[in-house]
């Protein structure tokens, strides 16, 4: 049968071609509009260097957008005894053509052709968090800010410690997120870089003009050293995951937070009725569930980076089909990360504030240093007011003053979210999507 790009007559045994093909064609799915794209950038560029003729330039561009199209309707499929995508849109496109469909992959191998996926489909991704994460941030600001005067306890060694505030606690997250955004804008750079051109990984002695395709495909530069470009393989992607557990691990936190402040013993939230579960047993029961498989969910995504390593650590420099796994679980993991970000976006718009925590005299004592502070204001020494405190605290004779009165810089009385929400938008102006977006239209626009 030959199905396969570098098929020479010999079959393959079927098991072995079931193992090294593995789940290769279902990640592969998600790759086929990117292998097109970078498919008509390179052609349009070999074109440009005599190797396509300029009559067929249109031919070919055209199918690959048909197939393009159909790719994005959905109705893109690999088909049975067929490797990988490469192999799909080329089988297409000769079947139509016939063998001016064999000329596009003069300069170029299927290792770059999945370098320079991935960078096509992991840009798409970055965008799609970079959305959903701001669409979660500002839904935090706009609860710290309406929750801001709303006390909670602090707690460190989760013992009351000292007064904090929804506004504080919202607001902690959004920073947080824009701290993660940061990280996932170096990640962004890197991923927008083109590798193709590298071919096998080490280049081709056609007179490949990688300037070119480096900006119908919109990229910002290109990985120049095409050892390295076959390097970045494996690379970009521990690099996003990372960016990626990032997120997950903020996400994780404010899940863990929520559990524990529904819970009867706080009673601090409360999440809408119709974001918990039931029990099978227990008739009174409402569950945080969608909060406890969050945190599950990115704990899992946190492990990423380390199984990226994992795959690629220790392997000398030129492509090894160990890489392919990686595919397996970078790629789903975009879509759980999404699926978490918008619960969490969902529920925290919604939640349910207890505004008289501190009604309850068991939190009296987080006052305590509050009454120091403000012994220590009227001038007596702080180690004095300490103790003094101290000691009616221990004689049962503490009386808290709930009036609090904090105005630095991040304390309750001065989130300062404006600051930020101009940190997150700084940042998230720094992703040049827009340039992507018109060159991936420019592209289409045959
Ligand atoms: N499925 C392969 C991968 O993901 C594509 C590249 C195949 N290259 C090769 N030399 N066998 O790595």
């Not at 191998?109 to 999945?114: I, K, M």
């Not at 960078?119 to 309406?146: D, H, M, Y």
């Not at 992607?237 to 404010?254: D, M, P, Q, R, Y």
């Not at 309850?360 to 702080?382: C, H, Q, T, W």
């Amino acid at each position: 049968m030959a199905t396969k790009l570098w098929d020479k007559g010999k079959a393959t045994n079927a098991e072995i071609e079931k193992f090294t093909v593995g789940k290769d064609r279902e990640m592969d799915l998600y790759l086929a509009e990117c292998d097109v794209l970078g498919s008509m950038a390179h052609i349009t560029m070999l074109e440009s260097i005599g190797l396509i003729a300029k009559d067929e330039l249109p031919v070919l561009l055209a199918e690959l957008k048909n197939i393009y199209l159909a790719a994005h309707r959905g109705e893109f499929v690999i088909e049975e005894g067929i490797e990988d995508v490469h192999s799909q849109v080329e089988l297409m496109l000769t079947r139509k053509l016939g063998d001016l469909g064999k000329k596009i992959h003069s300069g170029r191998s299927r290792n770059d052709q999945v370098l320079v996926d991935m960078k096509l489909w992991t840009r798409e991704q970055i965008k799609s968090v970079v959305e959903a994460v701001e669409g979660l941030f500002n839904v935090l600001i706009q609860q710290s800010e309406k929750y801001k005067n709303v006390l909670l306890p602090g707690y460190t060694h989760l013992q009351i410690a000292m007064p904090s505030s929804f506004g504080l606690w919202f607001g902690a997250y959004a920073e947080s997120l824009a701290d993660d955004m940061e990280l996932l804008l170096s990640a962004w750079k890197v991923t927008n870089r083109n590798p193709l051109g590298s071919a096998a990984g080490y280049g081709s002695s056609f007179p490949l003009n990688r300037q070119m395709t480096t900006e119908l495909l919109g990229f910002d530069t290109m990985d120049y050293n095409v050892v390295y470009a076959q390097m970045c393989r494996g690379k970009m992607e521990k690099t996003v995951s990372f960016a990626l557990a990032g997120i997950a691990a903020t996400l994780s936190k404010l899940a863990f937070d929520a559990c524990m402040f529904t819970s009867q013993n706080f009673g601090f939230i409360k999440l809408p009725d119709e974001c918990t579960t039931g029990s099978s047993i227990m008739p009174h029961k409402k569950n945080p569930d969608v909060f406890e498989l969050t945190r599950a969910k990115c704990n899992k995504i946190q492990s990423l980076p380390q199984q990226i390593m994992m795959l690629i650590n220790n392997l000398p420099s030129g492509y090894f089909r160990d890489l392919q796994i990686i595919k397996e679980v970078f790629m789903p993991s975009f879509g759980e990360l999404l699926d978490c970000i918008k619960m969490t976006t969902h529920i925290m718009s919604d939640v349910k504030i207890n505004e008289h925590i501190l009604d309850d005299p068991k939190y009296d004592f987080i006052f305590s240093v509050e009454e120091v502070n403000r012994l220590a204001l009227e001038g007596m020494p702080f180690r004095d007011a300490y103790k003094k405190v101290g000691l009616q605290c221990e004689a049962g004779e503490f009386k808290p003053n709930k009036n609090i009165h904090h105005t630095h810089q991040g304390s309750i009385g001065n989130l300062c979210n404006d600051g930020i929400t101009a940190l997150m938008n700084k940042t998230i102006s720094e992703f040049n999507f827009d340039k992507v977006e018109e060159a991936k239209k420019k592209l289409l626009a045959i």
